[in-house]
């Protein structure tokens, strides 16, 4: 039996898109970068939990994406879930923020600050932490709170809109066992068509040797 046609072959694992390069994976490792020389830079080294806190949720928004797209390979379930994770982490990160401006009273830049519309235009165009590594050592407190503030906001809703495409593609294509008993099915059924093409040939050709039989026997007779 010849081997069967690309078209012919079914796929149980997802074909993930690329996310390494993804904007809501490249404004998770900046926050946590950042997050890391702010820590050092304006929070007390020993005795102070907000360290540890902010650092842990950082660094869970960032590897629960990674693991959540390495896993989603096989499973679209783990990687919602996981994705979830990686939010709710980022959204703790987020209020840990608000809390520094607020009891130092700082200003969170809103609408109505002159800053707004450039950090926010300035997070929206840069996604990779070396963009933001010359202005670590530069900015102050306040400026840094709010731009991590920013990078909070919008990676939350870059990975809010993965996750309405993860769910709507889980909808239609479901989970692992549902993919392996389509290509257990998709492949029976290829098969069966095979089989089905090659006894036509064969009985195709048993025709022609039939036909060919009797015009050589007609020809000794003759």
Known sequence: MNEPSPDKKFQVLRRQRPWRTAYYYLKADSLYRMTYVFCQRFLPAYGDRTVDQM????????QNIIEGKEDGETSTEMEIKLLNVARSSLQELREDYRDY???RNLPVWDSTHP??????????????AEDYEPYLKKWDDEEMANTALTLCYQT???????????EADFVKEGGIKERMHAARTGYRKAEMEELAALRQEVARLRAENEQLRKMIEGYRGG
């Open 115 to 128: 800053r707004y519309t450039a950090m926010q235009t300035f997070c929206r165009n840069n996604n990779k």
């Open 101 to 103: 401006l607020h009891t």
């Open 55 to 62: 650092l842990q949720a950082a660094r869970s928004g960032k």
């Open 156 to 166: 939350d809703n870059l990975l809010h809109n993965e996750l309405k495409r993860l």
